[in-house]
Structure formats: structure tokens, C-alpha cells
């Protein structure tokens, strides 16, 4: 079974920063996008930023300039740094992966949510 576990979320002021972490646990043979997700109370969830294995990045225009997505390979982990942040930032994030648990006929390409963290933005 795969896992991912959010970590890095807390309360803070505007224009402070705050690094997430979602560390990837389980049988990974390969990871091929990893991405994260917020959504605010009262909205739907969307995405913030993603990194597909090649290394291209996407951000929501809402962030661009403030929050950067990156990953350690070896730890199967992907980062969000999030700079400058404003009271609209104030959502749950979510980390979202598509993971290959597998190769060849055992191959098994998995959609895996982390369960969420509480990001508050607020003076």
C-alpha cells in the first residue's frame, strides 16, 4: 500500500513563508507527477503547483512568483515553499501523486491523495 504524509503546516502571519513536505511511503517503483492541491472552506479544491517526472513545473496564477514545487528522488519527496504568503492562501493542502508500484505484466498505476494539512494564513 502507498502512502503519502503531508507535514510543514501551521499558522502564519502575512508575508511569512512556510515549506510543505509530502513524504511517499510503500511498494514505488516509479513516480510520474506530483502535484499539490488546496482547497479553502466554502470552495472547491485546486491545484496550486505540479512537477511531472521530466522536471516541468505549473503553477496556479494566484502563486506563481511566491510558491515553488520541488522534490528529492531519493526520499520520494515533493516540497512546496510557499513565500509572501496572504489570507487567501488559507486553505487545507493536499499532495497529490501518480504512482507505478510495478513493472511489466505486475505494473499498477496508482492516483494516491495525503489526507491533507491546515495552512493559515492570518495576523
Known amino acids: 500500500q502507498v502512502q503519502l504524509v503531508e507535514s510543514g503546516g501551521s499558522l502564519v502571519q502575512p508575508g511569512g513563508s512556510l515549506r510543505l513536505s509530502c513524504a511517499a511511503s510503500g511498494i514505488i517503483f516509479s513516480i510520474n507527477h506530483m502535484g499539490w492541491y488546496r482547497q479553502a472552506p466554502g470552495k472547491q479544491r485546486e491545484l496550486v503547483a505540479d512537477?511531472?517526472?521530466?522536471?516541468?513545473?505549473n503553477y496556479a496564477d494566484s502563486v506563481k512568483g511566491r510558491f515553488t514545487i520541488s522534490r528529492d528522488s531519493a526520499k520520494n519527496t515533493v516540497y512546496l515553499q510557499m513565500n509572501n504568503l496572504k489570507p487567501e492562501d488559507t486553505a487545507v493542502y493536499y499532495c497529490?501523486?501518480?504512482?507505478?508500484?510495478?513493472?511489466?505484466?505486475?505494473?499498477?498505476?496508482?492516483?494516491?491523495w495525503g489526507q491533507g494539512i491546515l495552512v493559515n494564513v492570518s495576523a
Open positions: 512537477l511531472t517526472s521530466g522536471g516541468v513545473t
Open positions: 497529490n501523486e501518480g504512482i507505478v508500484t510495478d513493472s511489466g505484466t505486475r505494473r499498477r498505476d496508482l492516483e494516491v
